[in-house]
Structures are given as C-alpha cells and as structure tokens.
C-alpha cells in the first residue's frame, strides 16, 4: 500500500492501487490504443501554456516564462490532444472522474 499525502492539510490515505488497476483494466477507446495514451494527453491538457511547472489556471507565477518556441509547441500539442479527447468521449469512451476526487478535502479560502 502506498500512503497519498496532501501536504497542505496533512490529511492523508492508503492507496492500494486496486481501483487504479480496475480502471485500467475497463478502460475503453476506439481512440486510445491504452490507458496510458489517454493519461498522456490529459496531461498535455493540464500543461499551463505561459509558464513551466505552473498549475494550467495560473496567469502570473514566479516559475520562469516559456519562450514562443515552447509555448506555440504546448498550445499545438494541446490542440491535437484536445481533438483526441473530444474524439474518444464521443465515441463513449471511458471517461476519468476527476471532479468528486478532491471534494471529501475542506476547501479554505486564500489568505493575502
């Protein structure tokens, strides 16, 4: 078993990984040639187009900027996977759910 820590809240969990294997063992796409392919472009899509190792919603950050170069590069790797994506929900692929993940953790407000 493998212990997830959310470092902010110090809350944690043990994972065993069984639903992880499930859910690759189900997944399904006439896209997709494996589960890890759709993970990939998942992760294309999260990728923050202005600047490295920043959360994709960020708009300004202290991480170094991207170059043009680097940042057309993301956005047409992000075009491309975004197509891919759109592809497989539409042919009834199987869809991660992301969304109820996070919501048994107490949201608090930012302070400044």
């Not at 499930?22 to 997709?32: G, K, L, P, W």
């Amino acid at each position: 078993m493998k212990r997830i820590e959310a470092i902010i809240t110090d809350e944690w969990m043990f994972d065993d990984g069984q639903e992880t294997q499930e859910c690759i063992a189900s997944f399904q796409s006439v896209v997709y040639a494996s589960y890890q392919d759709y993970m990939a472009d998942l992760l294309v899509l999260s990728q923050n187009d202005d600047f490295k190792f920043a959360l994709p919603h960020e708009t300004d950050s202290h991480f170094p900027r991207r170059t043009a170069e680097e940042r057309q590069d993301i956005i047409i790797k992000k075009v491309h996977a975004r197509r891919r994506y759109q592809e497989h929900i539409e042919n009834g692929g199987s869809e991660e759910e992301t969304s109820s993940a996070l919501s048994d953790f107490p949201l608090k407000k930012a302070h400044h």
